[in-house]
């Protein structure tokens, strides 16, 4: 049995406070937002970037719309880049830990994912794709 959408944001809410992240209620659900300091791109600069996770509650399903926004180059930091005295750990993508938070929360009140619809476009492709290739190999055994 799944809980109310305020159960649901009500958790989400009290575990963002662990983390950057802050939760605004939607009518159809919420969003969290993070602000936070991307992966080193080229030369090692680093930026800021906006982590958006709109989220929509429907019938005990959610359904999550990412969005990543780069907002602008992060003050740089000093120290080495190379460090002898820990061992190295690979940095937790902050989108990762908010799926993670999410689906964590979900399973716990008894939220499912909801299923995007297949589009009867690809059905069709895929279809064509199998005809196609049954016909070429009936093509090679009659030559």
């Not at 799944?2 to 939760?23: D, L, M, N, Q």
């Not at 990412?66 to 120290?79: H, N």
């Not at 902050?94 to 979900?106: C, K, W, Y």
């Amino acid at each position: 049995m799944t809980s109310s959408p305020e159960a649901f944001v009500a958790k989400v809410r009290k575990a963002a406070k662990a983390g950057p992240y802050t939760v605004e209620r939607t009518p159809d659900g919420f969003v969290l937002t993070a602000e936070v300091v991307g992966p080193p791109r080229a030369r090692g600069r680093r930026h800021r970037e906006r982590l958006t996770h709109a989220v929509v509650l429907a019938e005990g399903t959610y359904r999550v719309t990412d969005t990543r926004e780069t907002l602008d180059e992060a003050p740089e930091q000093g120290g080495s880049l190379l460090r002898l005295d820990r061992r190295a750990e690979a940095p937790v993508d902050p989108a990762v830990e908010a799926h993670r938070m999410l689906t964590g929360i979900a399973a716990e009140l008894g939220w499912a994912p909801a299923r995007a619809a297949v589009s009867p476009h690809l059905v069709l492709g895929i279809i064509a794709a199998f005809c196609l290739v049954v016909l070429v190999v009936a093509l090679l055994l009659v030559l």
